[in-house]
């Protein structure tokens, strides 16, 4: 049995298209920027581990921080490794007291078999969410985050992210940043190409501000 339709780069094209045509503030985007990339992250531990590092804090100290323990932990950043470092062993190596115990339960689900990150594929969005959610620490915004990267979901947006909250001011020369249910309502207009909105939105805001926009 197949899963769930996966945004490739061929469906991408095609909803920047559909969503040009429909939205003349998206197509200024994509004309000034070009398209956005696909982004595509591998599914499983590896990413939402990443995903839980990149909360709250920017792209690159996130990547930093991924690098020092991917490269510190025993086998690399897997269940078992941070499962022997234990919290106190993450946060020497800079992890927050919080996101410590975030990775440590992933881990643990993991490996007692509680949470099985490569069935996620064949299941609907909304039991994704659920399965991922039953973890501490994952919230809405890193559940639909790799609903969107790691399964290549086509109809996602990640409530709260600033970054889209910023850019939706200004594609929408609003006089103040939309608070999540409000950028959620703006984002409902783009159904069902939300994940390309975003990716167009992202796009922009990195190219606006000068900085990274190769693979996350």
């Known amino acids: 049995m197949t899963g769930p339709l996966r945004l ?15 939205d003349a503030a998206l197509a200024r985007l994509v004309e000034k920027y070009g398209p956005p990339p696909l982004w595509e992250r591998a599914e499983g531990f590896v990413t939402v581990a990443r995903i839980i590092l990149e909360q709250q804090v920017s792209l690159e100290s996130a990547a930093t921080l991924f690098r020092r323990l991917d490269a ?30 975030y990775l440590f339960a992933l881990a643990e689900q993991v490996v ?25 620490g994952i919230g809405p915004w890193t559940a639909h985050v790799y609903l969107l990267f790691a399964l290549g979901r086509a109809d996602v947006w990640p409530p709260g992210d600033l970054a889209l909250h910023l850019a939706l001011r200004e594609v929408r020369e609003l006089d103040r940043v939309p608070t999540s249910n409000e950028a959620l309502h703006l984002a409902s207009l783009w159904s069902p190409h939300r994940a390309t909105a975003a990716r167009i939105l992202w796009h922009a805001y990195l190219r606006d501000r000068g900085r990274r926009v190769e693979p996350l």
């Open 8 to 22: 490739n780069a061929a469906l991408l094209q095609e909803a920047v298209q559909a969503l040009c045509v429909r």
């Open 72 to 101: 510190s932990l025993a086998g690399g950043m897997q269940p078992a490794g941070i499962i022997a470092a234990g919290a106190d062993g993450l946060r020497a190596l800079g992890v927050t007291r919080q996101k410590a115990a």
């Open 112 to 136: 007692e078999g509680r949470l099985d990150l490569m069935a996620l594929s064949a299941l609907p969005d909304d039991e994704v969410l659920v399965q991922l959610q039953r973890v501490p």
